[in-house]
């Protein structure tokens, strides 16, 4: 399965979350699966490819040219360069079978909340998962309940993802996932 892994490039963050992505590396490798990412090699997302690399499994990295100015690719792997942030986000989702959002900031937000809505608009049926590391996402489980409970978004919507703390739970998520069939337009 081609596992795409939304994370963080900043390496200021506190070395539990690089240990978790080193850790989601090894074992997406070690169970068979392709990494793609955004081709980054700092922070949780360079922990991933660190890990998975280490363990011999098969990278494929996703990265707007515009990055080529600057060293942040991590380079040890296929990488794919698109002329846009865009494109690049259109191809990290066609070329996965399954999505895992672990901690990070702003870009990694907006990849998980175009891929949930494209999810809910039934433009996929792919699984997705939210590695809580740390218990990182739970004030944003918190507002998405709020949502919910306010009116805002159906209770089914948060049906379309997975939510644990734990990577074997993730990975038996991915493993033996069946599409919850949700209908955009009931009210």
Do not use: W
Request: overall charge negative; proline content about 2%.
């Amino acid at each position: 399965m081609n596992i795409c892994v939304y994370c963080a490039s900043s390496e200021k963050i506190d070395k539990t979350y690089l240990a978790a992505g080193e850790e989601l590396g090894e074992t997406l490798a070690e169970r068979g699966h392709t990494l793609i990412f955004g081709a980054g090699k700092f922070g949780v997302m360079g922990a991933a490819a660190r890990g998975a690399k280490r363990k011999g499994g098969n990278i494929i990295g996703i990265i707007p040219r515009f990055f080529d100015a600057v060293d942040v690719m991590f380079a040890d792997c296929k990488i794919i360069k698109t002329d846009t942030m865009r494109e690049r986000k259109h191809l990290m989702e066609t070329n996965s079978d399954a999505f895992i959002m672990m901690p990070g900031g702003i870009g990694t937000f907006e990849e998980f909340f175009e891929i949930l809505t494209l999810r809910q608009l039934d433009r996929h049926r792919k699984p997705i998962a939210v590695y809580n590391v740390n218990g990182y996402y739970d004030s944003m489980i918190n507002m998405l309940e709020n949502a919910v409970n306010e009116g805002f978004m159906s209770e089914k919507c948060m049906k379309l993802f997975f939510v644990s703390d734990s990577q074997n739970d993730i990975f038996d998520y991915l493993d033996n996932y069946s599409p919850f069939v949700y209908d955009k337009y009931e009210r």
